[in-house]
C-alpha cells in the first residue's frame, strides 16, 4: 500500500526532544558559513548574536510554516500543554509559588519543574501558531515569573538540599533555554542575577559543584557542557564557550577524561558497543542517548564559530550510532533492557526515548561527515516508515518535525530495511539477537553490572529485571512495552526470569539510586557470523534468598533455546521459570493452544498441564517443550498504576488505574528444589501448525543440559553450540574450563567462536573433534594445534569477555 509522506508523519516513528531542527528559514544542517567564523581563540559580537539566535531557532524551530498540515499535530500539542499551564500560572500579587502543584518553590523539585514549565510557555511564545505566540501579557509573565523563582528559590545564597540535579543540571538547562528565548524581553540586571546563580552552581561541566572530588562522566557531564554553553553565549564569556567545548575532550592536565574515547571500565562507551553510567548500570537508552544528544546539540550549536569542536577523536561519537544505538532500537524504539530505571517514567516509555535518540542521530548527522550522515538517514528513514504503532506527530516537537520531514521528503535517502545481526554486550551483559520479523534482548547481571538501579522514587519493583528477563519485539507489536506494561506486568515473574515468590519489599524510596551487584561472574556469551549467539548466566538470587540455577539462551536463525540446570533452594518458597508473560492490551482476546487444543478465551482462565509438549499464542509465536513441561498457564487482567512503581519528585507517575490483560506461560519447579531445570524453545511469529510441525521434528537437538554443560546442535545449520559451566566434554567439544563455544561446519570450512563470560581465566584450551588442514584466519589470541582432534588455545585473559574467533579448513 502507498503512504503519503503524511502519512509517515503522522503514523511513522519518532524523533527527539528538543535539541533538532532545521537553521534558519528552511530545513536543512548547520553550515559553518551560519557564523562569520573568527579564528580559534577569538570572538566577536556577531559570534555571540548568531549563536544565540541559533540555539533560539534549536528549541523553537523558527521557519517552519504553520500552515503545513504536517506541523499542525505538534503545534498543537504544544499549545494545548502551554495553555493549561498559562490557564493555572498563579499571577497574583504576593504569590509564593507558581501553580499550586508545585509548592514550597523552595524545594528543588518544585523549583526544578517550575523553571521547565516556563520554559514549554516561552517556547510556545515564540511559536507561531499557538494562541501564546507574541502575546505581551505572557512575555511580561515570564519575566515577572522568572525573577519571583530566582528570590524565592534558585539564588546563590543557597545551599544545596534534595536531589543534587535539580540543582547543577535541570534548573540551570531550562533556566538557560528561557533566557536565550526571552534575551531581549529580560532586563540586563535579571539576566546578570540568573547568569550568577548557574555559574554558582554549574560553573563547569568538569566537577560536581556540591562534592567537588567528584568529576562528572557521561551523560551528566554532556548536561553540564551545554549548561555552560548557553550561560557563555548569553553573558558572552568567550572562556565559558571554550570550558564547555573543552568538556567533551581530553584538555591537558585536567585530570579529566575525553568523552570522545573508549573507556574500558566505569562510565562511557566501550569499543563492544556497551553504555553505561553510575559505573555499573546498562544505560545506552536513557543516559547514553543523553549524552549523544547533547554532544551532537553542541556540535551543531557550535559548528562555524570561534569555539567549534575540532577534537578528530569525534569519530568516537559518530561510530557509537551505528555500534552502540542502532542494535538496541527496534522500528524506532528504544529496547527496555538499556533504559534503566527510566523503565518506570509514565511519560518516557520506549517509543520516547527511542524518539529522542532518533532526532539526536539527525541532528548529529547536519554536520557528520557524508559517509556516515547518509548512512544514519537511510537508517532512520526506515525505523520511521515501519512504525505505525505510535503517531509520529504525538511525540516530536516541532524541531524533530523539520528534521524528519526532510528525510521522508528526500527520494535520494532509501528507507533501510530492518538489520539483522546478534550482539553480545560484554560490558554491559546485555544481549541483543535482531532476525528480519522480530528481535529479542536479555538482560543479566553479574557482580560487575547490576541487576538494576532505583532510587529516588523510581523503579520500585525492578527486582528481577536483571536475572535473564527476555524481551520479545516483534514488527506487529510494537506496543508490548509501551502499552501500559510495566505498571501493570506482575513484576515476580518477567519472562525469561527464574525466581521465588516470596514478597519482596519497594525498592529506592530514599533519596539518591541503589543498584545491587549479585556474586556470580558469569553473564555474556560468545557470537558467531554476527548470527548466532550462546549466552549464559549464572543466577545468584537476592542477598536475602539462596536461590541459585544455570541459565542458558542458544539464539538462531528462527529460534531462541533456552535452558536451565541446577536450580536449587532452601528457603521454603516455590520457585518458577517464566516462559512468557505477554501483555494483550487493554481488551486482547489472543488464541491460546496447547498441544493442539484451543483454551478458553475468558478472563481468569488458568490451567495446569502435566506435560506440555507445546503450544501457541496467537499473534506472537511458538513454544515448544522438548522433555515435555509441568506448565502452568493462565489469562487474567492486571491493574496497577505508575504512581505504584515511580514516586519521584519530577517523573512520579498517575494514581489513575491502568488495566491489561496478560497470558502468562510459567514453569514450576517445587517448593525449595534441588537440581531443578527445564527446557523450552521460542518460535517468534510461527503459526501454530509450524509450532506441532517443529515440536515434532526437533531440527534443534538438545545434547546437554546439567551442572557441567548446555549445549545443542542445530544440524541444518551445522551448528553446535555450548555453555560450558566447568571443564568438561559434550558433543564432541571438550573445554578446560568455563566457556562459550560455537562451531559451524559447511563443506571443509569451520568457524569457531569462544568466549569466557565469566572473566575467570588467562587461557582457554578447546578441542574439536576432527583434524583441520589450515587456518584460514584467526584472532591473535587463537591458536590452533593440528593433530587428530584439534586444539584451540585461546588467551582469554583481559579480553573481558568478548568473543575470540578462528576460521578453519579441514
Known sequence: MHLSRRTLIAAGGATAVTAATAFGAGVGPARADTVTAAPIGTSTGTDFDALLQRAETLLTGRGFDPADPDFTAAVTALDTTAAGLWDTLDRSTGRTALWPDLTPLTDPGNFGQSYTRLRTLATAWATEGTSLAGNRNVADALVAALRLTHDVAYNPARQETGNWWF??????????????ILRDRLPAADLADYLAVVARFCPDADRRTNSPTLAETGANRTDKAVVVALRGLLGRDSAALASARDALSDVRDSGRSSLFRYVTSGDGFYQDGSFVQHEVVAYTGSYGVVLLGGTAYLLALLAGSAWAVTDPQVSVMYEAVGRTFAPVVFDGLMMDSVRGRAVSRERAGDHR??????GAILLLASGAPAEHADRW?????????RNRTTPFAA?????????????????????????????????MDRVVHRRPGWACALSLSSRRISAYEAGNGENLHGWYTGDGMMYLYSGDDLGQFNDGFWPTVDPYRLPGTTVDTRPRTDLGTGAGTSTHRPANAVAGG????????????ELIGAPDTTLRARKSWFLLDDAVVALGAGITASDGHEVETVVENRNLGADGRHRLTVDGLPRPLEQGWSQDFARARWAHLDGVGGYVFPEGAALHAVREQ?????????TGADTGGSTGPVARRYLTLRIGHGTSPTDAGYAYVLLPGA??????AWSRSRPVRIVANDATAQAVDVRRAGLTAVNFWQAGHTAGIASSGPASVLVRRRGARISVAVSDPGRTLDTLSVELPFRVRSVAEADGTVGVVPGRRTVLTVAVGGSRGHTHRAELVR
Open 526 to 537: 560468545a557470537v558467531l557470523d554476527d548470527r548466532y549467539t550462546a549466552a549464559a548466566m
Open 687 to 692: 503459526s501454530a501448525a509450524a509450532t506441532s
Open 167 to 180: 540543582w547543577e543540571i535541570g534548573a540551570p538547562r531550562a533556566l538557560m533555554d528561557c533566557c536565550v
Open 395 to 427: 511525540l516530536a516537537t516541532i524541531p524533530q518535525l523539520a528534521l524528519a520531514k526532510a528525510v521522508l521528503n528526500d527520494s535520494s535517502v532509501t528507507a533501510q530495511p530492518r538489520s539483522t545481526g546478534s550482539f553480545v554486550f560484554a560490558d
Open 377 to 385: 538517514r537511510s537508517l532512520v528513514k526506515g525505523w520511521l516508515t
Open 638 to 646: 492486571r491493574t496497577g498504576t505508575w504512581r505504584a512503581i515511580n
Open 353 to 358: 526515548d527511542g524518539a529522542t535518540a532518533v
